[in-house]
């Protein structure tokens, strides 16, 4: 799908945006890996998202557009704090604001169950991605080390194709 400057205002008056659901799961994860979101091979299984998505059912959403899945924003939170991850819009249909817009309706959700803060980790190599996450007034904490563990086996579907 092309879209050329003179079709960006009547393209972005297109866009749905609604919760995602499992049977969004197959058009996201070709946009995940066409996005270069970093994923593996357990939590970003069809299986792994539906757990995900009964967790946290109504704090994630899709852009479509033509009725295709053109953006993701996968957001939950532990009943404390909020975490966003797996943002991505594809390449076609970016810098026209759904980014944006996928974040304040994730961020809106999580006010409305009551949390105060929200997180996400970045590659720091990907600065398109740190650059759109500070447009959106996600600071940087340097005084943090970023540290976790595996709890089971996963292979990493590597992102070093980020586009
Ligand atoms: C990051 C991403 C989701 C942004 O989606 P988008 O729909 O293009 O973002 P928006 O149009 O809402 O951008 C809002 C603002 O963020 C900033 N921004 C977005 N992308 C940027 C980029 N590549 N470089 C610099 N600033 C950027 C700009 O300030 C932009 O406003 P402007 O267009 O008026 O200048 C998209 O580029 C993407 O899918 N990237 C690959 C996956 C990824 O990196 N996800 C984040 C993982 S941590």
């Avoid at 994730?106 to 447009?135: H, M, P, Q």
Wanted: hydrophobic residues 35%; proline residues 2%; charged residues 35%.
């Amino acid at each position: 799908m092309e879209i050329n400057s003179n079709e960006r205002k009547k393209v972005k008056n297109m866009i749905e945006y609604r919760i995602m659901t499992i049977d969004d799961y197959e058009e996201a994860y070709e946009l995940w890996i066409r996005c270069g979101n970093g994923l593996n091979n357990k939590d970003d299984s069809r299986e792994g998202i539906d757990k995900y998505l009964k967790r946290n059912p109504s704090t994630s959403y899709v852009a479509v557009l033509d009725k295709k899945v053109v953006g993701v924003i996968l957001c939950g939170h532990d009943g404390r704090r909020g975490i966003i991850q797996h943002a991505c819009v594809s390449p076609d249909c970016r810098r026209m604001g759904i980014g944006n817009k996928l974040v304040d309706l994730a961020l809106d959700a999580l006010k409305k169950e009551g949390i105060n803060k929200v997180l996400l980790v970045a590659f720091k190599k990907n600065e398109g991605g740190n650059a759109f996450w500070e447009a959106q007034g996600f600071t940087l904490r340097e005084d943090l080390n970023y540290r976790n563990k595996a709890l089971a086996e996963m292979i990493r579907i590597d992102p070093d194709y980020v586009k």
